[in-house]
């Protein structure tokens, strides 16, 4: 199994408190992405990363931050959490070049 | 980006071939197609990936039209464990970006 590993796999929160979600890799792989999955919908792509302090905003980015400090971590921000944002998140991660990603398991967001 | 157009879902019987196929009639000349698919309450899985040849692995076969402008993959022979949404991705050379579609759900019936 590719080195990916998210944290928490469960949260429930309050809405309107803060929420990090991490990302950890141990492949050293150039590419990071954040995706949310809705019930019934595909996944679509939050932010990614391609390299240390390197990120570009994805199709659904309002409300949500990253950083990126190091390689191997890659943190999702919901700076004020919303009922909105309850969704399953996945982190994956992609070499140099034109690889294969793999993905890590999903963390459950609940925002009550 | 350049975009993919799939089935809503297929059916398939058990232990028989499978088609699955995507239009990107807008791919460019330095765009790869990537297939993943997800099993229900687990995270997308790589299956193939290729440029303009046909490509084989132990999960599948792809098959690129020789305009590029459609991808047909195939599993050779269905099993349950095959049920899952299928996704067609187009990605630039370059790494950077993977943008999903809606994919197609493959049902496989016993």
């Known amino acids: 199994d590719a080195g990916i590993t998210q944290s928490p796999r469960h949260k429930v929160t309050e809405t309107g408190t803060p929420v990090t979600l991490r990302c950890h890799q141990t492949?050293?792989?150039?590419?990071m992405y954040w995706y949310r999955q809705d019930p019934g919908h595909g996944l679509r792509l939050i932010h990614y990363s391609y390299g240390v302090k390197d990120t570009d905003k994805g199709e659904v980015s309002d409300g949500y931050s990253v950083s990126r400090s190091k390689t191997e971590d890659f943190l999702l921000t919901l700076e004020s959490a919303t009922s909105s944002q309850t969704s399953v998140y996945f982190c994956a991660i992609r070499g140099q070049g034109n690889t294969e990603a793999f993905f890590g398991q999903g963390t459950r967001l609940t925002v009550v | 980006d350049a975009k993919t157009t799939q089935p809503n879902s297929m059916e398939s019987n058990e232990e028989e071939p499978v088609h699955l196929p995507c239009n990107h009639s807008?791919?460019?000349?330095?765009?790869?197609i990537h297939w993943y698919r997800q099993l229900p309450s687990q995270g997308p899985e790589y299956v193939i990936h290729g440029l303009t040849s046909n490509v084989n692995n132990r999960m599948a076969s792809l098959a690129i039209a020789e305009d590029r402008k459609s991808s047909t993959l195939i599993l050779h022979r269905a099993t349950l464990r095959d049920a899952a949404v299928y996704y067609c991705?187009?990605?630039?050379?370059?790494?950077?970006?993977?943008?999903f579609g809606a994919g197609t759900i493959l049902r496989v019936k016993s």
């Open positions: 991705i187009l990605s630039m050379e370059y790494g950077n970006k993977l943008v």
């Open positions: 807008t791919i460019s000349g330095t765009d790869y």
């Open positions: 492949e050293n792989h150039r590419y």
